[in-house]
């Protein structure tokens, strides 16, 4: 399993602890609950944020109880995706604010064939992130009234994600802890568990 960590400082200081990574080991396992984790190794990773290509070190834990290992994932990665999280957002906002994949691409300069992937994954889980942001929103704003939804999730989910960036900000709340949001309710966006398809290339929403 993935345990999603706070890192509030830049990407790049995290790159340049390499091997050296300290990060606060997680209290419970998300397996059995209990709290018997230990840091069991760090994997090499590679992420890329467009022009800037990144090498580093993800740690592991290990449960006592019950033997399963978890990576620890900085809030900046998203789970099976190179791309840094904060990139594939900004082309999801540029696919569903009406550019569509070919548009989103050329400007972020990434592959048609990713973007295209990107939105389809996001697409088939828009509702159940839409949800969770909805929920966040109520949690952490209780006196705002959310933004309209769209006749869409994807839309909705995107600028229900833009209207909790602006409070998070108000509120000083660090973008860490927004992109720990994003990271959690977007979670749903690995490969492994994906209906999509890429034939036929559009993305209707
Ligand atoms: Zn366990």
Redesign the pocket.
Same mark, same amino acid.
């Not at 397996?31 to 209990?34: H, M, P, Q």
């Given at each position: 399993m993935t345990i999603i960590t706070l890192w509030d400082k830049s990407v790049e200081s995290y790159v340049q602890a390499g091997r050296e990574i300290e990060l606060k080991r997680p209290k419970s396992?998300p397996? =059995?609950?209990?709290e018997?984790l230990i840091f069991w190794g760090k994997r090499e990773r590679y992420a890329t944020g467009g022009k800037q290509n990144f090498h580093l070190y993800v740690r592991r834990v290990r =449960?006592k109880? =019950?033997l399963?290992t978890h990576t620890i994932l900085p809030a900046f990665l998203l789970r099976g995706k190179v791309y840094l999280a904060e990139r594939i957002v900004r082309a999801l906002e540029l696919v569903y604010d009406g550019g569509g994949v070919r548009s989103a691409a050329s400007k972020l300069k990434v592959a048609r064939s990713t973007v295209s992937r990107w939105a389809l994954q996001f697409k088939s889980q828009a509702e159940a992130i839409y949800g969770r942001f909805l929920y966040l929103y109520h949690t952490h704003f209780p006196g705002a009234p959310p933004p309209a939804p769209y006749a869409c999730y994807c839309r909705s989910a995107l600028s229900l994600a833009r209207r909790l960036f602006i409070l998070a900000s108000e509120k000083e709340l660090s973008a860490c802890e927004f992109s720990r949001w994003l990271v959690l309710a977007t979670r749903g966006l690995s490969p492994a568990n994906q209906p999509w398809s890429l034939r036929g290339g559009r993305i209707p929403c």
């Open positions: 396992c397996a =059995c609950g209990n018997t =449960c109880n =019950c399963s």
